[in-house]
Each structure stands twice: as structure tokens, then as C-alpha cells.
């Protein structure tokens, strides 16, 4: 509130004095010529001493910056890559263990199979074996039935002779025994 009466004094003590033209507005031309002069001395003065750092400063933050972002889309990009070649890794890790796991049960069945055939032509073998034991033992009884009729036409044959010497009865019983032995070769 005080600067407005002292400039009210200072404008009423020119106009006094007989201040024409710039000067009565309360302009001082030699002031404003100096404050001029000043401020293109502080224009220059900045302009070499802090315009160009200030602008070398800020050429180089947005150069970091700039340098930053190149950076975290290079990594991007190579996350990006790792991702999918890590995706591409599983997908050839699945599908080598499904192939693996075909591959077993391939091998399995082909065991079972395996297993299953020789279970198969063993059991044949014992079928045979069997068979040929039965072959045997039956031959063997047959023998053992032959060598008994023959023991048995022997002792019938001194039987008749000792009873009777009748030619009818000697001629029905050799007719009798080959009978019987016809009957034993018929079952063999």
C-alpha cells in the first residue's frame, strides 16, 4: 500500500518538473535501455553457461531412455523367443513320452504275444508228450495181453491134451483161440 502513494508522488514531482512524452507515462528510457543491455547479457550468459549443459543434459537422459527402451524390448523380444522355444521344448518332450509310451506298449503286447505263443507250443509239446506216452503204455498192454493169450493158448493147449485126445474138441478150441486172438488184433 505504500508503493502506490510514492508512486503516485514520484509521477506528480515529473509532471511537475515539465516531463513530456515517454517520461511523463513514469518510463526512464536510460532504465529500460540498461535493463535491456542486462537482460542480453543474461540471455548470452545463459544461453553458453546454462542453456547448452541444460540441453546436453537432457539430450543424454533422452538418449538413456531411448537406450532403456531399445533394451527392455530386446529383452522382450528374447523373452518372447525363450518362451516359445521353451514351448516348443515341451511339445517335443510330449511328444517324445507319447512316442516312448507307444513305443512300452508296443513292447508289452508284442512280450504278451510272445509269452502267449510259446505258453501255447508248450502246451502242445505236453499234449504230444502225453499222447505219446498213452501210445506207448497201450502198446505196451497190448504186448502184455499178446504174451498172456499166447501163455494161456499154451496152457489150454496142455489142458486138452491131458483131458481127451478127441479131434472135434481140439479143433474147437484152436478155433475158439484164434477167435479171441482175431478179437485182440481188431482192438489194437
Do not use: C, W
Not at 518510463?27 to 553457461?49: E, G, P, Q, W
Not at 510259446?118 to 502242445?124: D, I, M, Q, R, Y
Amino acid at each position: 500500500m505504500l508503493a502506490a502513494p510514492l508512486l503516485a508522488e514520484e509521477v506528480a514531482g515529473e509532471v511537475a518538473h515539465g516531463a513530456s512524452g515517454i517520461g511523463a507515462l513514469g518510463i526512464d528510457l536510460n532504465s529500460i535501455i540498461a535493463y535491456l543491455v542486462t537482460f542480453a547479457v543474461l540471455l548470452v550468459l545463459l544461453r553458453a553457461f546454462a542453456y547448452r549443459p541444460i540441453m546436453g543434459m537432457l539430450d543424454q537422459r533422452a538418449e538413456k531412455v531411448r537406450e532403456s527402451l531399445e533394451q527392455a524390448e530386446r529383452v522382450r523380444a528374447e523373452s518372447a523367443a525363450q518362451q516359445a522355444a521353451l514351448e516348443r521344448s515341451l511339445d517335443e518332450g510330449r511328444q517324445q513320452a507319447q512316442a516312448l509310451l507307444a513305443e512300452a506298449r508296443e513292447q508289452a503286447e508284442r512280450y504278451r504275444e510272445q509269452q502267449r505263443a510259446s505258453a501255447e507250443a508248450e502246451a502242445a509239446a505236453l499234449v504230444e508228450r502225453a499222447r505219446e506216452e498213452i501210445r506207448t503204455e497201450r502198446d505196451a498192454a497190448i504186448e502184455l495181453v499178446r504174451a498172456g493169450f499166447g501163455a494161456l493158448a499154451v496152457d489150454a493147449a496142455e489142458r486138452i491134451i491131458n483131458r481127451s485126445l478127441d479131434a472135434s474138441a481140439h479143433q474147437d478150441l484152436i478155433d475158439e483161440a484164434l477167435a479171441r486172438s482175431e478179437s485182440l488184433r481188431g482192438q489194437g
